[in-house]
């Protein structure tokens, strides 16, 4: 199995552009989960998906950041505009929902954000 | 509500020294626990789980960790510290099978 995959890895932009990053999640999981981790704040989640459903978007910061998950193969998180205090590692997991299954997460290796 | 805490954001050990960091949870139904561990520049990794089978659950690397319900405790262990134990780690509580709750994570450092 491939895992978690995450594109880009890394991203350097200019304040005020758009960023989009992408994943791709363990084939058959059917949960998937956007967190954001940096030296301050530490690991915090955004916003979390069931079968393609957003169940939880209480962690987004504000409406500059938006989520998809048009199928069970890929997910977006896009920022739009982008500002430096965005600057972040941002990961994607996904773990199965299945019964009998202790729903632990598999982490992508993360997109870092550099937002100039 | 449910959370975890971690005692100590760095912990430094020496080299084949016992490793300890220790891991608090409050939850109000059966939880599920889980400690990752996240080497620099990389993703997190799960490193031991406990799902209310064993109260001693064995991971990789030779980490183990104890559930105690009584302290409300699990706490991470690991006989001989090496050097490439050094990494961060994080306790998380799952108390609801869909979302996991992650501490604030421990830095572990090893002295040569």
């Known amino acids: 199995d491939a895992g978690v995959i995450q594109s880009p890895r890394h991203e350097v932009t200019e304040m005020g552009q758009e960023v989009t990053l992408r994943c791709k999640p363990i084939?058959?999981?059917?949960?998937l989960f956007w967190y954001r981790q940096t030296m301050m704040r530490g690991l915090e989640l955004l916003i979390y998906?069931?079968?393609?459903?957003?169940?939880?978007d209480s962690g987004m910061p504000e409406d500059r950041f938006s989520a998809k998950m048009p199928n069970a193969s890929f997910s977006t998180l896009k920022i739009q505009p982008s500002e430096p205090r965005d600057s972040a590692v941002y990961f994607c997991a996904s773990s199965s929902g299945t019964s009998g299954r202790s729903y632990e997460q598999y982490f992508g290796p993360g997109t870092r954000l550099t937002v100039t | 509500a449910q959370s975890v805490t971690q005692l100590g954001s760095h912990v430094s050990v020496s080299e084949g020294a016992l490793v300890l960091l220790r891991c608090n949870y409050s939850s109000s139904v059966p939880p599920y626990l889980f400690w990752y561990v996240q080497y620099p520049n990389q993703g997190l990794q799960l490193l031991l789980k406990y799902t209310s089978a064993a109260t001693l659950v064995k991971g990789i690397n030779g980490f183990e960790a104890e559930f105690k319900k009584s302290e409300t405790s699990f706490h991470l262990t690991k006989p001989s510290a090496h050097m490439s134990d050094a990494a961060e780690y994080f306790c998380?509580?799952?108390?609801?099978?869909?979302?996991?709750?992650f501490g604030s994570g421990t830095r572990l450092s090893i002295r040569p």
């Open positions: 998380a509580v799952s108390p609801l099978r869909d979302k996991i709750i």
């Open positions: 998906f069931n079968n393609n459903v957003p169940i939880d």
């Open positions: 084939s058959g999981h059917d949960y």
